[in-house]
């Protein structure tokens, strides 16, 4: 906590994005490089990720369990491309209770190998699948470059892995987890996506298909929000995951897997932030409402602390979460920066002439200055801040996606292309070429994010190569 101003978004958004992490309380650098301290309030954010997370897993079928943390680095071998993608980014434990071990053991960078080893043993009729399972945990990838919530060496996440009887069903079960993290991202963190398939040279090592959800941050660049994998039959085969199909054939199972990170703390930030700090979706803001007692003499303190206590009694069993700050030695002024950095969706402003016309000051975050405010009276207080919170819910919702359509362009020539991508997102027509592709990124440093699901239909020219195309693609720069 300092007076000290962020950087503007427009003079350094990277610095402005660091600088907001540590001075909002949500991470802080940890003694192994790349790896991260997630403190309090960045983990109260990121368990409200996972509540919703969760009870949309469950209310589709899903169960959790935990497998461990070590695996056998046999096991990251036997996947040919699996090995091939992980194999730079893994971390090896060669050494237990101070002797070399037979075989040295890898800590997950994901899971789908120890899983794989387990439903190879639990599975094997037809009437033993689907098997639906899910995981919190943390992984380790052994990255370099990294930045706090982005890219870190450890992360926090979820990864659903699920077997099934038929390829059809694997691939429902992808697209439908896909559109459940479209949901969460739209509906709870207030982030327009774009869901989409990747190209080959983006997809997940081992899978057949990988789809992600795409958001455009405050800078223009793209951010791979959450993806879902179908693996094909690569892992079934790879561990042997077979089942007997009710005319007594065996067969081989079909799996998934799919997963969203702490990742998503980041895109919150970056999506929603401004100059002056967070603003959190108050659907996942640990704090959404908070209550700024202002007072001088002591006559004046406790009769305003009783009105605030009050308040947040009511606005507690209204199921509303609130903070009351009644720090000491700190004027309103500094107290309301604080928690506009912090990016409290909501501030309630109590004085002495309040408590005598028996009314708030409420303050909306996402609307600095007078425009924000308004007088409320404390009677029914708990149904005037529910209805405002959804209000703002809705227009940081409608705010990200304007920008995003105000920052995505459909270039017409490859020049054109070439600008729009400084800026923002090109949606294009793209012949699937992964030399179109490969050319692009080394020519502007975009990247193809996704083909979105949703498209134009007809057909057109490949931006680069101008060959007949059928689908048109987002390309950016991405984190
Ligand atoms: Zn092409």
Avoid at 269 to 280: A, N
Avoid at 293 to 311: G, N, Q, T
Avoid at 321 to 326: A, F, G, L, T, Y
Avoid at 453 to 464: D, K, R, S
Wanted: with cysteine; aromatic share 10%; proline share 5%.
């Amino acid at each position: 906590m300092s007076d000290l101003k962020l950087p503007t978004r427009a003079e350094d958004f990277s610095e402005w994005y660091n600088q907001l992490v540590l001075r909002a309380e949500l991470a802080d650098y940890a003694p192994v490089r790349g790896c991260m301290i997630v403190r309090p309030y960045g983990w109260a954010l990121w368990e409200n990720i996972t509540a919703a997370l969760d009870s949309r897993f469950k209310a589709t079928g899903h169960v959790n369990a935990a497998f461990p943390l070590l695996i056998p680095k046999s096991f990251i071998e036997k996947e040919k491309s699996h090995v091939e993608g992980f194999s730079p980014e893994l971390a090896v434990v060669t050494h237990g209770g101070g002797e070399k071990l037979e075989e040295p053991l890898v800590i997950r960078p994901t899971s789908e190998t120890i899983i794989g080893h387990a439903y190879a043993k639990w599975i094997q009729s037809y009437r033993d699948l689907p098997v639906l399972i899910n995981q919190w945990n943390s992984v380790v990838r052994w990255e370099l470059r990294t930045k706090l919530f982005l890219r870190t060496l450890e992360f926090f996440w979820q990864e659903g892995h699920t077997a099934h009887a038929t390829a059809e069903e694997a691939e429902a079960e992808t697209r439908q987890m896909l559109d459940v993290y479209t949901d969460f991202a739209v509906r709870e963190a207030a982030v327009p996506v774009i869901p989409g398939k990747k190209s080959a040279a983006e997809r997940f090592a081992g899978a057949d298909q990988t789809y992600s959800i795409e958001a455009m941050m405050g800078d223009g660049k793209a951010l791979q929000a959450g993806t879902s994998h179908n693996l094909g039959q690569n892992f079934a085969k790879a561990f042997e995951i077979r089942y007997l199909d009710n005319t007594g054939v065996l067969q081989h199972c079909w799996t998934t897997s799919w997963g969203l990170s702490t990742r998503f703390v980041g895109a919150i930030i970056m999506v929603h932030g401004d100059d002056q700090g967070l603003i959190l979706p108050p659907r996942l803001a640990p704090h959404q409402l908070v209550i700024v007692p202002i007072y001088k003499s002591d006559d004046e303190k406790i009769a305003v602390l009783e009105a605030a206590r009050k308040i947040r009694a009511e606005l507690i069993a209204a199921g509303i979460r609130v903070k009351m700050d009644e720090r000491d030695g700190l004027s309103p002024g500094f107290k309301f920066n604080d928690w506009e950095m912090r990016g409290v969706p909501l501030r309630i402003e109590l004085g002495p002439k309040d408590v005598a016309k028996a009314s708030v000051v409420l303050a909306r975050r996402d609307k600095p200055g007078k425009e924000g405010k308004s007088f409320v009276p404390q009677a029914g207080i708990a149904g005037a801040v529910s209805a405002l919170l959804n209000e703002v819910q809705q227009a940081l919702f409608d705010r990200a996606l304007a920008f995003r359509k105000s920052n995505t362009a459909e270039p017409s020539d490859y020049n054109e292309f070439k600008l729009a991508v400084e800026k923002g997102f090109a949606f294009s027509w793209w012949c699937g070429s992964g030399d179109c592709e490969e050319k692009i990124k080394a020519e502007t440093k975009a990247t193809m994010r996704c083909i979105p699901l949703e498209q134009p239909g007809g057909a057109g020219n490949c931006i680069f190569c101008a060959k007949p195309s059928q689908e048109k693609a987002i390309f950016a720069r991405a984190y």
